[in-house]
């Protein structure tokens, strides 16, 4: 076999592979349900209570948006389907809202069965009061009913 | 213009040995691409600025290892260099202070140790390389003009 074929070989591997991985072809992902399920849709209850909240709602959800929430969680409301962070429709579904308040700006304090520690941002408590009022109060009413 | 054009022209052959070892450096280039391939589709691509930094990477280390199969070493090489080192300045920087665009993160898991070893091993192989092809890439100053040698002439 020539050289130049080698090259061509060596080339053609790098391609499928790297290009591969690239384009999203067998990424890799762990196959637990948990990565591959689907986004859940908002439950009637859940509806009921961002209505009630209304543009507290409405400026929660903005912060979470603005802020990459959704990269790393999956929440039906906000249409996001990250699978980095736990999915906040199954896991926040009971909490109050200090927990959910000290599960943002103190995320090593407890953490969640199935994820490593340390993994979510810690930057957070650098959210003004009312930033993290709204998005706190806006995570419960999205979650409820779950 | 004429830069780029020397690069891709440059001298394409160099010496088993460094070019073993731009070789290595060529894998370690690989492994952190495929790891930030594979972390942009875990859930990073919804990450502003982040994710498709990731995916900027992926494809510029592919690239660079095609150019060091076509015989491109010196190209390779500063490549390498252009990809790894700010990676290795953006995994250190998300871990403290304010972070990255933003964004941060805490301790390094298998993943980010995985991208991290690799980036690190991709830089000192590839100015290892360098230094050992330096001849042969160019990367030495040109040899001094030959001394005026003047000539006698006997009438």
């Not at chain 1, 520690?117 to 979650?143: C, F, H, I, N, W």
């Not at chain 2, 020397?6 to 731009?22: E, K, Q």
């Not at chain 2, 100053?141 to 005026?148: F, I, M, Q, Y």
Request: proline share 7%; glycine share 12%; hydrophobic share 45%.
């Amino acid at each position: 076999m020539s050289e130049a074929w080698v090259r061509w070989v060596l080339a053609a591997i790098v391609v499928v592979v790297l290009g591969g991985t690239i384009v999203g072809i067998d990424p890799g992902g762990d196959g637990s349900p948990e990565a591959t399920a689907p986004a859940k849709t908002t439950s009637a209850s859940s509806r009921t209570a961002l209505a009630t909240l209304g543009v507290v709602a409405d400026r929660g959800r903005k912060t979470f948006a603005d802020n990459g929430c959704g990269g790393c969680h999956r929440l039906a409301d906000a249409r996001s389907e990250g699978t980095i962070g736990p999915d906040l429709d199954a896991s926040i579904s009971a909490d109050t809202l200090a927990t959910i308040r000290r599960d943002i700006v103190d995320p090593s304090a407890e953490g969640t069965p199935g994820y490593p520690d340390g993994r979510m941002p810690d930057g957070y408590a650098r959210l003004s009061k009312p930033e993290l009022d709204d998005l706190v109060r806006y995570l419960q009413a999205a979650t409820s009913g779950r | 213009m004429s830069g780029i054009f020397d690069l891709l022209t440059g001298p394409r052959d160099v010496r088993p040995v460094p070019l073993a070892v731009l070789a290595a450096a060529a894998v370690a280039v690989g492994i952190g691409a495929w790891e930030h391939a594979h972390l942009y589709h875990d859930g990073y691509s919804s990450i502003r600025w982040i994710g498709p930094l990731f995916l900027v990477n992926a494809i510029a280390s592919l690239v660079v290892l095609l150019l060091l199969i076509a015989r491109r070493p010196l190209a390779f090489a500063i490549g390498s260099l252009a990809i790894s080192g700010p990676s290795i300045v953006a995994l250190v920087l998300t871990r403290n202070g304010d972070g990255l665009f933003g964004f941060r993160e805490s301790g390094y898991d298998a993943a980010a140790g995985l991208t991290l070893g690799a980036e690190i091993a991709a830089v000192l192989l590839t100015v290892l390389g360098v230094v050992l092809a330096r001849d042969q890439l160019g990367v030495d100053p040109p040899p001094p003009p030959p001394e005026d040698v003047r000539t006698e002439v006997l009438v």
